[in-house]
């Protein structure tokens, strides 16, 4: 079993900056891919960014040049700065870790989620 511990969400004025940490913990031996995803009221999950253990990158169109994932494989930790906020980037952010068992099965594992707002 994975735990996904997210922090650092709240309310920020837009062009402002935050960023969202995730700690992982208990079996998270083979976890490749880590991610942050969000849903705002009335609207599917999104991706937002992922990053795999190599620390490539993927990033959705709308956050592309604002937000910047990265990972400490040694903390078990990933990131999400974001800069240049939008009020469309409101919404509950969730991390996500993709764990690649040995039989090929993939199991993913979702944080509690954090809330970001902000304002115009």
């Known amino acids: 079993q994975v735990r996904l511990a997210e922090s650092g969400g709240g309310l920020v004025q837009a062009g402002g900056s935050l960023r969202l940490s995730c700690a992982a913990s208990?079996?998270?031996?083979?976890?490749?891919?880590m991610g942050w995803y969000r849903q705002a009221p009335g609207k599917p999950r999104e991706l937002v960014a992922t990053?795999?253990?190599?620390?490539?990158?993927n990033y959705a169109d709308s956050v592309k040049g604002r937000f910047t994932c990265s990972r400490d494989n040694a903390k078990n930790t990933v990131y999400l700065q974001m800069n240049s906020l939008k009020p469309e980037d409101t919404a509950v952010y969730y991390c996500r870790a993709d764990k690649l068992l040995s039989d090929a099965t993939l199991n993913i594992y979702w944080g509690q989620g954090t809330q970001v707002t902000v304002s115009s």
């Open positions: 208990g079996s998270i031996f083979s976890i490749n891919a």
């Open positions: 990053i795999t253990s190599g620390g490539t990158t």
